[in-house]
DNA sequence: CCATTAATCACATTATAATGTGATTATTGC
DNA sequence: GCAATAATCACATTATAATGTGATTAATGG
């Protein structure tokens, strides 16, 4: 996960499914302001809002072991 | 992502690599009382403190579509 | 055993995420 | 063009994550 992925992850998601701000975070029931600093990725966004918005837009949050880390 | 694997994974982890939670909270640079709420699920924990976690713990979160959901 | 450290927990404080509001600037469809 | 909606932004407020402190209870090694 880069710099900003997650919140460009977010928002092609949104362009994918062709919906707007204001829908996505009324799905999602959190705010605009909320969605859209964290598709610019101006914002440390609760692990919550990602569950809420990843579950939305039929994304999964993973927490994996590195492959390129040694074990 | 279940109810707390987040956690569950990190705490695992941790164990894995052989350190405590003050060690790791040290590490990453968070307090031990983040830390200890978060492995067992008693927190909404922000990204910021994940992504810590993970550079130390040599995991990686990935926000990825649902091989599940309908393309 | 028992001393030492780790983990758990409660509670108060501080930092900041999330929200609300209103304005401004794109963007889009007619 | 221009009306309507979306996206961007600033700023104040509210909710809450993160921390600090100190205590209690496990776990661990000598």
């Not at 605009?32 to 918005?53: A, D, H, I």
Request: aromatic share 2%; proline share 3%; net charge positive.
């Amino acid at each position: 996960m880069l710099v900003n992925s997650l919140g460009e992850t977010i928002k092609d998601r949104r362009k994918e499914l062709g919906i707007t701000q204001p829908h996505l975070a009324e799905l999602a029931k959190i705010s605009t302001n909320t969605l859209y600093k964290l598709e610019r990725g101006q914002s440390n966004p609760s692990l919550n809002v990602l569950y809420k918005l990843a579950e939305v837009l039929g994304l999964e949050l993973k927490l994996e072991v590195k492959k390129t880390s040694i074990e």
